[in-house]
């Protein structure tokens, strides 16, 4: 009896350990090796354009400043004269403004709210005050307050404009919202990016480009990139 007990206390450690071995094999089975930490992970394209500067300012020589200036400034507004009070048609004044930097327009909308009836859409342009005129362009719509169809104009030229006076045009004036708070104005929205100062910059002779050389990392690239795409330095 004693003999028998001692002999199965003595195999009781091994099926112990073997069933232990056991559960580690099922569970390794059951759980793969992990995929390696995200500091072991290879770069994206995406990764190394923030992580190698080279790699970035390659990808801004071949895609131009409006690659830099989209990714690295604001949009902001450069005109807003809307306003919620009661709208006529026919502005009796031109709709100005000014720019005190060459600048990317991204957003340009004119207001045909015309009695609850919208408009369908024709073109809008700027004219700089040397007459250099910018468009026209197509507008696209979209519905207005109460559901008003085309009552809003709306273009995305993507186009740079120099420092200046600006006049707004559009292909429909009668049509055109104002009122007394707009100063009798067609009511518009303009937005854009401000282009860096230094880019594209000449020196006071006009003639030789701004030196980069002094900056470095994002400012070097935008210094570099002028707003009409001079590549030649």
């Known amino acids: 009896m004693n003999s028998q007990y001692a002999l199965n206390l003595g195999w009781r450690p091994f099926f112990i350990g073997f069933f232990i071995a056991l559960q580690g094999v099922t569970l390794a089975s059951a759980h793969p090796t992990l995929p390696p930490r995200n500091d072991e992970l290879p770069l994206t394209s995406s990764l190394a354009e923030e992580f190698h500067p080279n790699a970035l300012n390659h990808e801004a020589r071949?895609?131009?400043?409006?690659?830099?200036?989209?990714?690295?400034?604001?949009?902001?507004?450069?005109?807003?004269?809307?306003?919620?009070?009661?709208?006529?048609?026919?502005?009796?004044?031109?709709?100005q403004f000014y720019l005190s930097n060459a600048t990317r327009l991204t957003y340009f909308m004119n207001y045909h709210w015309n009695r609850g009836r919208g408009q369908t859409p024709g073109t809008m342009w700027l004219t700089h005050q040397d007459g250099t005129t910018y468009g026209p362009w197509q507008a696209t719509t979209q519905s207005g307050q109460g559901g008003v169809p085309n009552a809003y104009w709306i273009v995305r030229p993507n186009v740079t404009l120099k420092a200046g006076n600006y006049t707004l045009g559009d292909s429909h004036p009668s049509s055109w919202a104002n009122n007394q708070q707009s100063e009798f104005r067609g009511m518009s929205v303009l937005k854009g990016v401000a282009i860096n100062p230094t880019a594209g910059q000449q020196n006071g002779s006009g003639n030789s480009p701004v030196d980069c050389s002094h900056l470095q990392g994002i400012e070097r690239i935008l210094c570099e990139h002028d707003p009409h795409g001079d590549h030649s330095r």
């Open 62 to 95: 071949n895609l131009g400043p409006t690659y830099v200036i989209a990714q690295y400034q604001q949009e902001t507004t450069l005109f807003d004269n809307n306003n919620i009070y009661g709208v006529r048609n026919s502005p009796s004044n031109p709709t």
